[in-house]
């Protein structure tokens, strides 16, 4: 099983002996979805991470950038202001792993010198020499699948066969990182939940999620307080969509995903204990 060893690199250790881990979101921009402008100050950012990692978080994920549906792409200065001085405050506060998520090189090399260890692309290596960084750099890397672009995603997301066919670009883009050097431990893939999906899509992906655990890869997976918990529960709030995401959180990790990336850690590491310990 993909989950069962402790993952170590020089910047950072994830311990996956108990089965699925939580990635903590931290997103320090305007617009985001669900706390859009919430963690805009330097030092409100860093306390709300530093009480996700005491509540049980492995990964604090940064996100400088929306992808929600419709945003629009955020310049690579904006980005770094945004997210470096966080960075390198927060990594000589706590040992929970930072992830840097964006599509960005330049950001993403600017981060991993403040103190990241760990790159979250939500386009799988656009740019190719994401993979070239995180191999030189040797930290693991999140390939995520997305159809189109946060733009344009969810405008008329279509597919035949939606697990075949984002579980096969997945693994066309694992093997692209592969040949560029990234060891196949240090290769994360994430069916993105929302991106670029209807809610019969993202719900295909999820009842499937065990094959995307038997690939062998690592997997994570997004659903947190996402638009379709609230079109099969009727709350319009995202923040109100907790125990919808307890549901999709507790199923992954009872499938065998390796992390699961969430707003509400310390309701969310209760779900996963529980589901882990079911598991095991």
């Not at 990635?23 to 706390?35: A, E, H, K, Q, Y």
Request: charged share 20%; glycine share 8%.
């Amino acid at each position: 099983m993909a989950n069962s060893t402790k993952l170590q690199w020089p910047a950072g250790v994830i311990d996956f002996s108990s089965g699925c881990v939580i990635m903590g979101i931290l997103n320090v921009t305007d617009d985001s979805f669900s706390d859009g402008g919430k963690f805009i100050d330097i030092d409100v950012a860093i306390a709300h991470a530093l009480e996700m990692a005491r509540a049980g978080a492995a990964i604090i994920d940064i996100g400088p950038e929306s992808t929600r549906p419709g945003s629009d792409p955020v310049s690579t200065n904006r980005q770094i202001e945004r997210a470096i001085p966080i960075i390198e405050k927060l990594s000589q506060k706590t040992n929970a792993v930072i992830s840097i998520d964006t599509a960005d090189q330049d950001v993403a090399e600017a981060a991993l010198k403040a103190g990241a260890g760990m790159l979250n692309d939500v386009t799988a290596m656009s740019d190719d020499r994401m993979a070239k960084l995180a191999a030189d750099k040797n930290v693991p890397i999140v390939l995520m699948h997305m159809q189109g672009s946060p733009k344009t995603m969810q405008l008329e997301p279509k597919y035949d066969d939606v697990v075949s066919e984002v579980k096969d670009y997945l693994l066309k883009r694992a093997a692209v990182a592969i040949d560029m050097g990234v060891s196949k431990e240090m290769i994360f893939i994430d069916p993105g939940i929302g991106f670029g999906k209807t809610t019969e899509h993202n719900l295909e992906l999820l009842r499937n999620i065990d094959e995307f655990a038997a690939t062998g890869f690592k997997v994570l997976v997004g659903s947190s307080r996402k638009r379709f918990i609230g079109q099969l529960t009727g709350k319009q709030i995202p923040a109100e969509r907790l125990m919808g995401t307890a549901a999709t959180v507790a199923l992954c990790a009872a499938m065998g995903v390796s992390v699961v990336r969430v707003h509400d850690v310390g309701s969310m590491v209760d779900v996963v204990n529980v589901a882990n310990a079911l598991r095991s």
